[in-house]
């Protein structure tokens, strides 16, 4: 499993014009990224690294202040390009495959106390952010 993860202050995404998901003020933008080989322990692992990495201001997690998550679905980040000049997505996990484990990391950083925020998995989305710093981060399970 892979993430790509933003330090924010707000974030949203808008599928066919509604907001589907917003968070407001301090927390994570986090983009999921499923392969193959991935399980639901991992899920929980990445859940639990979420919850507790510690990037927000101060070096607080979002488990010390509480802070909201947006999580978002993102097959692209097994997208590989080393070679001519379209990607492929051999790596990537089918939808039928990576939904559910993108739900379980939702749903483990829910049981962990996480106010989570979510797109819509496979829809054409828009997402907004304001990176705080800009601090970005590539989490790898």
């Known amino acids: ?3 790509v993860v933003q330090r924010v202050d707000g974030a949203s995404v808008v599928v066919a014009g509604q907001t589907v998901g917003e968070i407001v003020g301090e927390g994570l933008c986090v983009l999921v990224g499923v392969t193959h080989e991935d399980t ?4 929980a692992q990445l859940a ?3 919850w507790s990495v510690r990037i927000l201001a101060g070096e607080k997690s979002c488990s010390d202040v ?3 998550l947006l999580v978002i679905s993102q097959f692209t980040l097994y997208g590989d390009a080393r070679k001519g000049r379209r990607p492929t997505w051999n790596a990537a996990a089918p939808g039928e495959s ?7 990391v939702v749903a483990q950083l829910r049981a962990l106390g996480a106010h989570v925020e979510t797109g819509r998995f496979g829809a054409e989305m828009r997402v907004s952010l304001t990176n705080d710093g800009p601090f970005t981060i590539l989490i790898e399970i």
């Not at 639901?40 to 899920?43: F, L, N, P, Y």
């Not at 990576?98 to 379980?104: C, F, G, N, T, Y």
């Open 1 to 3: 499993m892979r993430a």
């Open 40 to 43: 639901t322990d991992k899920a």
């Open 48 to 50: 639990r690294k979420l």
């Open 66 to 68: 509480n802070a909201p």
């Open 98 to 104: 990576a939904e559910p484990l993108v739900e379980e």
